[in-house]
Structures are given as structure tokens and as C-alpha cells.
């Protein structure tokens, strides 16, 4: 597995290739991260992978700091899984002095994390957009537990004619539901006991939809109670959109997406859930 | 010469030619664009040339409904000239229905013509980084009489990583020193034969500063007399700047750029010169 930090030396390596799967990380892998890469393994004839904690989607400097890192151990994990390049660049490699321009997306990225988040998918936008760029694969693989990133992705690679296509994977969740995430590790042990509810709350919507409830606020309602009831009062939002919009919803239609964000302590989670098959 | 209207059948047929040349232009072609045409006829394997008068770099409705248009001219122009493909979209075709993203560059797009029309260097990025996605040029060519738009394009390329050379060709100018434009045609007889003054005053400060001259202040003065005593007195700005951030210099130092906006009647005309060689 080679690993490279610079630009001009993923070029070069990157034109050797036949058709590239690219899994862009933060680093700090788990096996959502992993089944991504197994994904990219099998649809292409090499995979990039690129571990880089992008400075410019954290919108608070301590978030930035606490982020989670291995690189080590996620340089380990990628070669066992027969990953033919990894790539580590430095924030000075990819945002020299003058740097100037940002990839911004409006409508879809405005909404929910885009509203908690002012900056943040401008952050992710413009780090893709130099990804797709400088490495050029033919499919990028990205997990659906970030449900509005995936969305945001997928417009402005549409707007941009950027040729890539965008492949979404299934959530990978812990035994107990909860979603793997980076942000999971710096959890208080009373607080990953707590986190299961995220989940838990996502399936009293889904179920209550199945058996035939198609009201946004009696949802709402009812995911609140699960995450009050598990001592999460902190909710960012817990609502019903629309996937490719991310407008809510007020009688819930086709492919409804149940959303959350809850604050547990220094943590932020996210999940979601799609409420009809 | 091959006319493509969509993005798909433009990526077809340019998959089938080796390096290509790509000349972006609003049409309405002078001179001035079949010189950046030569010389991409001259460096690369096959010249493009779009034809799109691109709304969203436009800020008054007024200007873009006003812009002249002379496509079946244009394309007669181009076939003359051998280059192997025109691309005439629609604009739909670029900016679909729900089109939602924006390539915004700060700095150096933020002053000058940037702070006059603002909005306007947000769509230039925009439409460009499309381009260079459908089109994957190895070189763009660019008149240096948008000085600023050039300074502008190198910028966000760079910062985004894109793979595409951009090169800048001097300006073109009539017999009396205008610099070519497709705006021009929209000057009556009275403001045409007042439109040299622009670069008679970039030669006044020109040849002070080849004097020993350097004193910003001075040469503003110089260029403002010039352009006042032939009747122009709606000026936008006369000054010098540095060629890569439009920063006002003070004392003028390198390669400094006089740089003028000028309107004559419902025209705004822009035009720069270098003062040191």
C-alpha cells in the first residue's frame, strides 16, 4: 500500500491506475468506514482512500482540536484490506497561503446540519471538489448515515458536471443500533449507554409509519418522548424530510427520511432513517 | 466543425480527440477572440470554442438582454478558422431546474471589478468550473484585456485543483488603440470616437512611470485628466493595482497594472495596461 502526501505525487501515482474507487475519511476508521472501502474494493480496479480531518468544515476551533486521530492504526486497518493508495496530506498541501475560493451550495445545504452548521458543507464541497480533482476515480463511496452530506454531494457534483458518481452505503450500526461514528469514542461511558436511543427513537417512527401514521408532528412527538425518556434533552432537531431536499415534510410521501441530532455532553450525533421501504 | 448543444454529446465527441484548446466566449466574436482561437489551433491537437452568454455572471438583467448575439456569424467565423467543435447550450442545459451551486472566490475577486459588479466573478467560476469538467482541456486561453477575470481564474484553478493550463493572450486592439470588445458595438458614433481616450490614458501613466514616475496618486490624476478632457467623466476607477491580488499600490513596484472602468453612455468599457516591461 502506498501512501502519499502531496498533490503532484497522487497525480502521478493516481495515472497508473486503471478505474479508482476513492472513500474519502477523516481518519479514526470503523467498520462503516470499512465496508465502504470492501465496496470500493470489489467496483474498481484500485482504491484511494484519503485521510484527512478537513480544518474547514468544523465550525467551532475545540470540535476541530477534539476530533479523534489514528492515523497509524487506520493506515493498518487500510492495508489489510488490500488498499492500493492511501492519501494524508498536510492542511498547508491542500490550503496554501492565498487560498481563496469555496465550492457553496445552497437549498439542500441550508437546511437542518447546514443550518446548525453555517459552513460546513462549503467545507465539504470544496475539500471533494480538489479530491475529485487531483484523484479523479470513477465512483466515490460515502455512508448513508450522513444522509444530508450524501445529498449535498450529490447536487453539486450534478452542478458542477464533476465526473464521478456518487455510490451511498447502508449505515453500519453497533450491536445495539447505535451508528458507527469517529465522534462515538470521545462519548462518557454514561453517555454511550444513552446513545442506543438515537436508534431506538428512528424505529418508533419507522414502526408507528408502517402501522399507518403519516402525521410529521405526531412522529416528532413520539421520537422526542424515546430521547426524553433516555435522558436526552438536548435535541438539536428530530423531524421527518424529504431525502433529496431535506425540506420536512408535513404528511409523510414515498422515501421520508427521519432525521436527528442530539448533544450528548461535548458530542453531537446524528442519525437517520428512511420510514418506508 | 462539429455543434454540440448538450453535455453529453459534447463529452462523446471530445473523448475521441487527443489535447484540446478551449476558448470560452459569449460569442458576438472580434478579433481579439480569433487570436486566443490561432493560438490554441497552434498548441493543442483539436480546438473547442463555446458560445454561451452566461446569465448568472451578469448583474442587471438589463446588460444581458442588451448583449450582442450573432451566433450564425460567430459559427461561420470559427469554421474559417478550423476549429473542430463549437459548444452552443442552452441555458437550461447548464442550469437546470433545481441547480443550487456557486464557485466563489474572495480576495482578489472582491475588489475592482468584483466590488462594481458584484455577483459577477461568482458566475464566471461557476460557468468555467463546469467547463473544464465537461470539456477536460489541457489549456484555456483568455484575453488579458479581462485582466482581473484572468487574475480570477488562476486563482480558483488552482485553489480547486483543476487540471487545465490557463493561458493569457495579449488584448487585441483597434487601429486607434481601443481594445477589442464585443460591448463596442453597442457605443453610437459619438462615444466610439471618444472610446480611445481609455487607452490614451493607460500610455499617460505608462510614460510617466517609464519617466521615473511612481506615485499612485500621481498617475490617477494623470489618466483622470486624460479621460476628463475627452468628455468621460463617468468613471468607474482609474488606478494601479498589483496584477495577481488588485490591491492598490501606493508606489508602484514590478509588474503594476493601470486599470480602467469607464461608462460611455449605457457601455461600461474596462481596459489595462502594464507599466513596466
Given at each position: ?126 475539500v471533494l471538489t ?23 454531494i450529490k447536487r ?57 401514521e403519516r402525521s ?62
Amino acid at each position: 500500500m502506498k501512501v502519499c502526501t502531496t498533490v503532484q505525487e497522487m497525480r502521478k501515482v493516481r495515472a497508473a491506475f486503471g478505474t479508482v474507487g476513492f472513500v474519502p475519511t477523516m481518519g479514526f476508521l470503523h467498520e462503516g468506514h470499512l465496508s465502504l472501502v470492501r465496496k470500493a474494493k470489489a467496483e474498481n480496479d484500485a482504491v484511494i482512500v484519503s485521510l484527512f480531518v478537513n480544518p474547514i468544515q468544523f465550525g467551532s476551533p475545540d470540535d476541530l482540536a477534539n476530533y479523534p486521530r489514528a492515523i497509524e492504526q487506520d493506515k493498518a486497518l487500510l492495508a489489510r484490506e488490500g488498499v492500493d493508495m492511501v492519501f494524508i496530506p498536510e492542511v498547508s498541501e491542500l490550503y496554501p497561503s492565498g487560498f481563496a475560493t469555496s465550492v457553496e451550495v445552497k437549498d439542500v445545504a441550508l437546511k437542518m446540519e447546514g443550518a446548525s452548521r453555517p459552513g460546513h458543507f462549503a467545507g465539504v464541497a470544496t475539500v471533494l471538489t480538489k479530491f475529485f480533482n487531483i484523484i479523479a476515480p470513477q465512483k466515490a463511496y460515502f455512508g448513508q448515515k450522513d444522509a444530508q452530506q450524501c445529498a449535498v454531494i450529490k447536487r453539486f457534483v450534478q452542478d458542477l458536471d464533476i465526473s464521478v458518481e456518487i455510490k451511498t452505503m447502508p449505515t453500519w450500526r453497533e450491536e445495539d443500533g447505535l451508528a458507527y461514528s469517529s465522534r462515538n469514542a470521545r462519548l462518557t461511558a454514561a453517555e454511550r449507554a444513552k446513545a442506543p436511543a438515537l436508534y431506538k427513537a428512528l424505529c418508533v417512527a419507522q414502526t408507528l409509519v408502517h402501522g399507518g401514521e403519516r402525521s410529521r408532528a405526531v412522529l416528532e412527538a413520539a421520537m422526542k418522548q424515546v430521547l426524553l425518556e433516555a435522558g436526552l434533552s438536548e435535541i438539536d432537531y428530530a423531524t421527518i424530510v424529504n431525502p433529496e431536499t431535506f425540506e420536512p415534510e408535513e404528511q409523510i410521501t414515498g422515501n421520508a427520511l427521519a432525521l436527528l441530532a442530539v448533544h450528548l455532553g461535548a458530542v453531537r450525533l446524528i442519525d437517520n432513517l428512511p420510514l418506508l421501504p
